[in-house]
């Protein structure tokens, strides 16, 4: 604008020289011809400087927005702990943990561990009397429960997807892989998929509470809780923001036992439904199951009701549980071996009782300590009282620590109490101390 001013002034000069001095006419022209060159070069200069603004403020525009993300770079998934596959809008988590177990049997053990179950399984613990129950001090160790995991979420126009595929080493061997390489076979434990409120594939029962459980060194706990995974339709209704109810279909397996019957036959699936609401305060959940016991020649309906909850004492925490029914069969853990019989007239079925309550105590962000005992009761009709030889009670106590040494590990150490008692007043006593060390993957 300075420049267009002195322009404008030098004419207003020229023209006037112009108008007075007639004698400086030809030194007026080649003024004007020097300022027209002069005019059209802060013209083109001016343009210039247009241009170049221009491109510097398209520069920093450029430099602000964003870099577009290639498809083959690696970014973090919606789930925690995930990130998305390249090329896809899916998020996938890797999850899973290297574990070795260690159990001590001050008293009562098999003769052959690796047979049988590992863990406490205190419904059959061998009885005292026996050359088992007799049997002390005898030390096993395994990796057996190591354990990896995919989960993924994907999102659709119904929702997102969500799916997850768990295994791990646990499953029953059928040789002395102790004697060789300590093989293990590969057991799945989840196939599922998730999407809106339909479940469908294997998991959990709907018939257990994981809020409840206890947080025990050996892996099957105490044996008052449902321990099954099973195949199932599960539909879950939200009622509000902290309760919902799940009501599912599931794979049965309600065979009676010592049945005269050649073959034992399922029709119908098993019916369940859960109520459960949270709040910062813990939960508490309300559970019932419908099964049937049938073979060739008898049907028997079982059901059973569970209860459980969590109470939160700042860092500290209170678990309870109790399940109970008429054959309520494989969904408590120590019923599994006392559900029906059939005596070749009518199936009679079990009844079993059994709660635990768990109480873990927060020394320090690394160390945390838990009491927990448990107590199951069984009962029934003339015929299956006189079966002398099953449980009639089974009482379970653990005391254990946990510490956590580093990052992803974990160190437990476990002293664990059972006894069961027959109906014909054996008793079989487990005494043993349990150790595992965890490390987590991530």
Do not use: C
């Not at 646990?170 to 004697?179: F, I, L, M, R």
């Not at 019932?288 to 049907?299: E, F, I, L, P, S």
Request: glycine share 10%; proline share 4%; no cysteine.
């Amino acid at each position: 604008m300075a420049r267009m001013k002195t322009i404008a002034l030098a004419i207003s000069t020229i023209g006037l020289l112009g108008a007075t001095a007639p004698v400086f006419a030809g030194e007026v022209d080649e003024l004007k011809a020097a300022l027209k060159k002069l005019t059209e070069r802060l013209e083109q200069l001016e343009t210039q400087q247009k241009a170049q603004a221009t491109t510097v403020a398209q520069v920093a525009a450029k430099a602000a927005a964003p870099a577009p993300v290639p498809a083959n770079v690696v970014t973090a998934g919606d789930l925690p702990g995930s990130f998305k596959v390249p090329g896809t809008d899916t998020s996938l988590k890797i999850y899973g943990y290297v574990q070795a177990d260690a159990t001590y049997d001050l008293k009562g053990t098999f003769s052959d561990r690796e047979s049988n179950d590992w863990a406490s399984f205190i419904s059959a613990q061998p009885l005292d009397k026996t050359a088992d129950g007799k049997r002390k001090n005898q030390l096993y160790a395994t990796a057996r429960t190591s354990r990896i995991g995919l989960e993924t979420s994907t999102p659709t126009e119904s929702g997102n997807l969500h799916t997850k595929i768990e295994a791990d080493f646990n499953a029953p061997n059928d040789y002395s892989g102790e004697t060789l390489t300590n093989s293990q076979l590969f057991r799945l434990r989840h196939a599922y998929g998730e999407l809106g409120n339909f479940l469908v594939g294997q998991t959990w029962s709907n018939f257990a509470d994981l809020g409840s459980y206890v947080d025990s060194v050996d892996y099957n706990g105490p044996g008052t809780v449902p321990f099954v995974r099973q195949a199932q339709v599960r539909y879950t209704l939200p009622l509000n923001a902290g309760t919902k109810l799940a009501l599912s279909v599931e794979n049965p397996q309600a065979v009676a036992q010592n049945s005269p019957a050649t073959t034992s036959f399922d029709r119908t699936p098993d019916f369940v439904a859960n109520l459960t609401t949270t709040g910062n305060w813990g939960h508490f959940s309300v559970r019932g199951v419908a099964q049937q016991y049938r073979n060739d020649a008898h049907t028997k309906q079982g059901w059973g009701l569970g209860a459980g909850g969590s109470l939160k004492f700042g860092q500290d925490t209170l678990v309870a549980q109790i399940n109970g029914g008429n054959g309520i069969g494989r969904y408590t853990l120590n019923s599994v071996g006392q559900r029906a019989v059939d005596d070749g007239n009518e199936i009679h079925l079990w009844k079993a009782v059994g709660g635990h309550i768990g109480y873990t105590h927060v020394w320090s962000p690394t160390v945390r300590s838990n009491l927990i005992g448990a107590y199951t009761k069984f009962s029934g009709d003339n015929y299956l009282e006189g079966l002398t030889d099953v449980n009639k009670k089974i009482t379970e106590a653990f005391v254990n620590t946990f510490w956590t040494v580093a990052k992803n590990t974990d160190v437990g150490l476990e002293y664990a109490y059972g006894k069961r008692t027959t109906f014909a007043g054996d008793d079989g006593t487990q005494s043993r101390i349990n150790a595992t060390v965890r490390y987590n993957l991530f």
